[in-house]
């Protein structure tokens, strides 16, 4: 018996090495060769539907892999030039601006995006390119505070919002963003009295995320708030009663701050003739509602109309400073944070 059971091990261990050999003879499916790969931070739900649009479109294959920013970057540096990924898409300008800093992403001179994608949202050096807009603005609740009483990001920390000003954590990188565009208009010392003055007027400590500023201020736990538009965009398609409204700051002054969702192509893409394709075709008429109304987004092109849903906002002015700079200063911008006092 014992005989018996090492003989079918061997035979089944001889069985299983020429599976594996064969296999390794196989050829590899033309397609593979032929496919893009995407690393994305954006939602799977949001930019799925656009790769399946594209691939019914072109014929091209596309592969995801979607993650936070952060390991999707250490794993493209230790990648190198083995990576096989073509592009990365993520949520942040800043995001992309530290990739490009990295070495990641490569230069592309694309007469279509330049003409597609305004100045401000894409990269100097036109390493990254914006394709949908989101503006961080003010919630506030409609039934505790009238709107006349709002009028910029710094009013925030007047004597009116003691106590009822709310946050996400200064760890969203939105909010660092968002900082860093402040320094560009008022400066070092006067960004940090700002930040210091929002602190001071908190309700409660900096929650998780903008959906629990819009949560705890339908609790009454504060009145006022700053989020991305598309969350509180979201917030609304679930509950349309909700009594809640966005402000548009700044319009007599440097206008809202707005951040990017956006690509660039990985430097060492075997396919970057069709990964320039397809960050064209992203930024096309035919495209961008497709990307932007996905979520709650406005559309980088200037030549296409955002969704009804999010017009029914209201026009506003958006700052103009290009987006690099949200990375260029980032770093600024978390050390006067933290000097604030802002957690």
């Known amino acids: 018996m014992k005989f018996m059971g090492k003989y079918l091990r061997v035979q089944i261990q001889g069985f299983l090495l020429g599976i594996v050999l064969l296999i390794q003879l196989l050829p590899v499916p033309k397609v593979l060769a032929d496919e893009l790969v995407v690393y994305s931070s954006r939602r ?51 995001s992309l601006w530290h990739a490009a800093r990295a070495g990641i992403l490569q230069h592309v001179d694309s007469k279509i995006l330049r003409d597609n994608i305004p100045e401000q949202y894409r990269d100097p050096n036109m390493h990254w390119f914006g394709l949908s807009v989101r503006a961080r603005t003010i919630v506030y609740s ?40 402040l320094l560009t208009d008022l400066g070092e010392n006067l960004t940090e009295e700002v930040i210091r003055s929002w ?57 809202v701050y707005v951040n990017v969702s956006g690509a660039g192509v990985v430097r060492y893409s075997g396919h970057r003739k069709e990964a320039i394709n397809f960050i064209e075709w992203l930024s096309s008429e035919k495209a961008q509602n497709l990307f932007a109304d996905a979520n709650f987004e406005y559309p980088v092109n200037p030549n296409v109309t955002a969704h009804s849903y999010v017009a029914a906002w209201g026009e506003y002015k958006a700052s103009e400073k290009n987006l690099a700079i949200t990375g260029l200063l980032q770093d600024e911008a978390v050390r006067i944070m933290d000097a604030a006092g802002y957690k």
């Open 44 to 94: 799977e739900e949001l930019i799925k539907p656009l790769l399946d649009a594209y691939t019914t479109e072109t014929g091209t294959q596309i592969t995801l892999f979607t993650d936070k920013v952060e390991p999707l970057l250490q794993r493209l540096i230790s990648e190198g030039k083995s990576s096989p990924v073509d592009l990365l898409i993520t949520t942040d300008a800043g």
């Open 142 to 181: 409609t039934e505790r505070v009238n709107p006349r009483e709002l009028s910029s990001y710094e009013s925030l920390g007047s004597p009116i919002w003691k106590d009822r000003l709310l946050l996400s954590t200064s760890r969203n990188i939105y909010n660092q963003s968002l900082v860093a565009l």
């Open 199 to 255: 602190v001071n007027n908190l309700a409660i400590e900096p929650l998780s995320d903008d959906t629990k500023v819009m949560e705890a201020i339908l609790d009454g736990q504060g009145d006022v708030g700053i989020v991305n538009n598309y969350y509180f965009g979201r917030f609304l398609k679930k509950k349309p009663d909700l009594k809640l409204a966005i402000f548009w700051p700044n319009q007599e002054t440097s206008g």
